[in-house]
């Protein structure tokens, strides 16, 4: 039976900590997308730009990181 814990991160070409860090680092940029979401709803004349920005610039990266395995 395969780790669990090794076996994803494999799939991709990684280990289990530079799996971690990867997701991890979405996770916190996620994190200030949503963030920024947040502060364009209350105030639409404010980052009104910065989390769409954001947002497609992190999907790009995880779709390149897809494509490498």
Known sequence: MANP???H?????QGYWQHC???LA???RAAVIA???VVHALFPFL????AGDRL???ADEVR???AKR
């Open 64 to 66: 390149a990181a897809r």
């Open 26 to 28: 979405v996770a916190a």
């Open 21 to 23: 860090g990867f997701a």
């Open 5 to 7: 814990f090794t076996a």
């Open 47 to 50: 980052a009104t730009t910065a």
């Open 35 to 37: 963030l920024l979401s």
């Open 56 to 58: 497609l610039a992190l």
């Open 9 to 13: 991160p494999n799939r991709f070409g």
